[in-house]
């Protein structure tokens, strides 16, 4: 297990709306040198400590995990978020935090959509994906990248941070962890 990169280490910067803080830890570039088979992808710690508008993010296939439970609104629907359970929307959708019952953290994955639109071919680069700590793991195929982000602090692994898994390594339940593969 390798250590890419921690939230300790990175300063924040705000929204593109400026509507809030976000604490990048891998970006479109960074995605592009560690993983040049998959689409180009984003992963950033937000801070959520008052309702508002997310920035909208054109061609981007987003996925949120917050660290308390949240309501949003998406395209005027609402829905409410579980604590650490993922949610999946497009970029360009009007999204709303409307509803938090405290000031918290959200993991977001942000993956470049496929420009070949929604029935990529064969060519076409494979997509990295987010797996919530109260969902199984999926099983690990040859060559295909994984990493773990640890969501709990633990002595051996500060929350926020994010690890490479070699092949040969299984990601640990008990790091209170989400996984991206």
Request: net charge negative; charged share 25%.
């Given at each position: 297990?390798r250590v890419?990169?921690?939230f300790d280490d990175?300063?924040?910067?705000p ?23 998959l689409?180009?992808?984003?992963l ?8 508002g508008?997310f920035?909208?993010?054109?061609r981007?296939d ?10 949003l ?11 650490r ?19 918290c953290?959200a993991?977001?994955?942000?993956v470049?959509e496929?420009a ?5 071919d ?5 997509r ?5 700590p109260?969902?199984?793991?999926p099983?690990?195929l040859?060559?295909q ?37």
């Amino acid at each position: 297990m390798r250590v890419l990169t921690s939230f300790d280490d990175r300063a924040p910067v705000p929204w593109a709306n400026g509507a809030g803080e976000t604490t990048e830890l891998v970006s479109i570039t960074d995605s592009e040198a560690l993983t040049p088979h998959l689409r180009p992808w984003r992963l950033s710690i937000a801070r959520l400590e008052r309702p508002g508008p997310f920035s909208a993010l054109p061609r981007m296939d987003r996925t949120f995990l917050p660290t308390s439970e949240v309501v949003l609104t998406v395209d005027g629907t609402a829905r409410r978020v579980p604590e650490r359970c993922p949610m999946c929307f497009r970029g360009e959708q009007a999204v709303v935090l409307t509803d938090l019952a405290e000031p918290c953290f959200a993991v977001n994955l942000m993956v470049v959509e496929d420009a070949r639109g929604p029935e990529p071919d064969a060519d076409s680069r494979r997509r990295l994906s987010m797996i919530g700590p109260r969902q199984p793991s999926p099983p690990r195929l040859a060559g295909q990248p994984c990493f773990v982000l640890t969501l709990d602090a633990a002595p051996h692994a500060p929350r926020f941070q994010l690890f490479e898994l070699s092949a040969s390594e299984l990601p640990r339940d008990h790091l209170g962890s989400v996984i991206l593969h």
